[in-house]
């Protein structure tokens, strides 16, 4: 959800502001996700690297999650979103780890769309330890390394209960993939949009997933 800063300061906002912005993007997008029949999103939050952003802004940061976590979730149960999340969810404070194991409780019988939160997380730092994972079960005996393959390596993978991505949208037109879910992008269709995030609301959403329908895709094999 890339351009929150940019927003504000073409603004002559504060930073802040733009996050909250960001926030309220988010409530339309879930809520159009749910309309249009969407069934997991995926929503790129707060990765590794942005706990080296300044610490006035990893704690506002913190404290709009906190209170997202916990206002969001009469309007989740309102449109059957079930909410979950991945990434290294012990790097949170404790307060916000707290409001979102409620949160997901809260929520987990829902059976509309699946909103995936990415917390504290890196593409990288979850192959390794996915890694680190299957080691361990080779040593404990549970797994010959001849049954390794890329559905075993799928199953130590933190998105190992959902489907792979049909469709990366990349918001403020940002061409990389920033380190995320490296594993499960391989063969995801990519849609690049100048708009920043805090402006990206159902139309922009709507003319994404339009675009995506257009497609053929062959998962590397000769189309039709």
Do not use: C
Not at 11 to 29: I, P, S
Not at 191 to 197: A, E, K, N
């Amino acid at each position: 959800m890339d351009g929150n800063g940019r927003w504000a300061r073409s603004r002559k906002l504060l930073r802040v502001q733009g996050h909250r912005a960001g926030v309220e993007a988010l409530r339309e997008v879930v809520r159009v996700a749910g309309e249009v029949g969407v069934k997991y999103l995926t929503v790129y939050a707060f990765s590794v690297e942005n706990w080296e952003r300044p610490k006035a802004e990893v704690h506002t940061l913190m404290l709009l999650l906190e209170n997202f976590l916990r206002e969001e979730i009469e309007e989740m149960n309102k449109n059957g979103v079930r909410l979950q999340a991945i990434g290294r969810l012990r790097d949170l404070p404790q307060r916000v780890q707290s409001q979102l194991h409620k949160s997901i409780e809260a929520t987990q019988h829902n059976t509309g769309v699946t909103l995936i939160l990415a917390l504290s997380y890196s593409g990288r730092v979850e192959i390794i330890e996915g890694i680190q994972s299957i080691i361990r079960e080779v040593q404990l005996g549970h797994i010959d390394t001849a049954q390794i393959d890329a559905k075993v390596f799928q199953h130590h993978l933190y998105t190992r209960y959902y489907p792979d991505p049909d469709l990366l949208i990349r918001t403020s037109g940002e061409m990389r993939l920033s380190n995320f879910l490296l594993w499960q992008l391989s063969y995801t269709e990519i849609y690049v949009t100048q708009t920043l995030w805090p402006d990206f609301r159902r139309k922009e959403f709507l003319a994404a997933l339009d675009d995506y329908a257009k497609r053929q895709r062959r998962f590397g094999k000769v189309g039709s």
